[in-house]
């Protein structure tokens, strides 16, 4: 039987919950020894939502077209056809800002300021130290690292408020000595502003640019720039599918972060593992959206079937039934069985999760023969919640598979190396005769000459622009 004849189970629902057992998670099963595919194959098998990126791009390109055009009109336009916000100006006022940190519950001021130092002390560990490199008497290559100037951040605030993106987006920018910090973040219906959490973190973290805006008309905005907004340099910070393809769209005129769009996890585990542990965290992140990815990849078809009840009972209890309901039934997420742990490792680096859990016998053992995740979080009491709020790590990590190539929101996401060389005359001459010679082999001799030009009586220049001896 083939690998892609293995995949089984339901998806879709949308009905009241609990649905039947066997259909709250799609089943894939690759337990086949000595079979299981790689490459492509293997990462068509894994589930992934229905709606992409590519086609959320070509949704998005007439709003984004639109604010490049027309600026300012085109943001409020489009906030008020699709958030149905109408909005005098794009700015929040700086009295907005302080009246909402003034008037913040005095646990979530606690709590926020634990996150920010944590954050705090995590990143400043990750600032880059200048490298001076001598290859040759009066020859020097020295690594320097400069922050961008202006970075716009974005942060969600639909169907969650994030007061914690917040954080993640700002500590590193300010840890890495940017000077020009703008945060974007949805308008509420009822306020017209960003959610007055938002807008209290932003205060506590000393950034009054604020923009009132959401989606990717805001992603649009800090690109281009309008009548009310500088452009930015690099943009960061998580969002839902039109947020991450707008990114996606305006990547070259400015930097971005990485595609952090609908949350995942994917949680490795074996038959150690706790049931209400594993259900519990795959809830948390199917929370987030509809579009939420969930995904246990395990070796004990055991602990699934008691993962299953848990999340039938869990579900139940807590507050968001029909979003988490959508989320853990959709196309995005599974339950995938694997024959052993080395298959696992193998499923997980495919699948590219932006949370990964390792929930088995010697945690940090498996966790560190994982090549590609967005972060990585070792055994039972190391869940993604930590990591979302308080850990210290930072939770903007990259999604859809693009863990195998990017990496989460950190310092260096902030900083450009700019190399100097330094080369005295001595030196030069030493190397003259191979850069000489690799430029004739490129038949490029004006690169030559350049460094002959140098040295007028080609004294101790091993070949000349022209590539004869010298």
Request: aromatic share 4%; net charge negative; charged share 20%.
């Amino acid at each position: 039987m083939s690998a892609l004849s293995q995949r089984v189970g339901v998806g879709g629902w949308s009905g009241s919950w609990p649905p039947t057992l066997a259909t709250v998670l799609n089943r894939i099963d690759l337990r086949i020894p000595g079979a299981l595919p790689s490459g492509a194959d293997l990462q068509r098998l894994l589930p992934r939502a229905g709606l992409d990126v590519t086609v959320a791009t070509e949704q998005v390109r007439p709003i984004v077209e639109a604010v490049r055009e027309h600026g300012a009109r085109a943001v409020i336009e489009a906030t008020h056809r699709i958030d149905k916000v109408t909005l005098a100006a794009l700015r929040v006022p700086a009295g907005e800002l302080e009246a909402a940190a003034q008037a913040l519950d005095p646990a979530l001021r606690e709590a926020l300021g634990t996150a920010i130092e944590r954050a705090r002390t995590v990143h400043s560990d990750q600032r880059r130290q200048e490298v001076t490199t001598t290859l040759a008497a009066g020859g020097t290559v020295t690594q320097r690292w400069r922050p961008v100037r202006r970075v716009g951040l974005y942060v969600p605030g639909g169907l969650a408020v994030y007061p914690s993106s917040v954080v993640m987006n700002v500590v590193p920018a300010q840890v890495a000595g940017v000077e020009s910090i703008a945060v974007t973040s949805p308008p509420q219906r009822d306020t017209g502003l960003p959610h007055p959490h938002i807008l209290a973190a932003c205060a506590l973290l000393g950034v009054d640019e604020v923009y009132a805006v959401g989606g990717a008309q805001a992603i649009a905005m800090l690109a281009y720039g309008t009548e009310e907004s500088e452009p930015v340099d690099l943009i960061t910070g998580p969002g839902n599918v039109w947020v991450t393809a707008a990114k996606r769209l305006v990547r070259g005129v400015v930097g971005i972060d990485a595609e952090a769009g609908p949350t995942e996890i994917a949680i490795l585990a074996d038959d150690t593992a706790d049931p209400r542990h594993v259900a519990a965290d795959l809830i948390s992140q199917a929370e987030h959206d509809p579009l939420a990815a969930s995904v246990l990849v395990t070796t004990s078809p055991e602990l699934l079937a008691e993962v299953e009840r848990e999340l039938a009972a869990q579900v139940t209890a807590t507050k968001h039934t029909e979003r988490i309901g959508q989320a853990l039934s959709g196309s995005q997420s599974a339950a995938v069985l694997v024959e052993d742990i080395d298959a696992g490792l193998r499923v997980v680096d495919a699948y590219a999760a932006e949370h990964l859990e390792i929930q088995t016998r010697q945690p940090r053992a498996v966790a560190e023969r994982v090549r590609s995740a967005g972060a990585i979080f070792v055994g039972a009491w190391s869940p993604v919640s930590l990591g979302d709020y308080c850990a210290g790590s930072n939770h903007v990590l990259p999604t859809g598979g693009c863990a195998r190539h990017s990496s989460g929101l950190s310092v260096q996401t902030f900083l450009r190396g700019v190399q100097l060389i330094e080369y005295d005359e001595r030196a030069l001459r030493e190397v003259a005769g191979h850069v000489v010679t690799l430029a004739n082999a490129e038949d490029l001799p004006a690169h030559g000459q350049a460094v002959t030009a140098r040295f007028p009586d080609a004294d101790g220049v091993a070949g000349d622009a022209r590539g004869g001896a010298a």
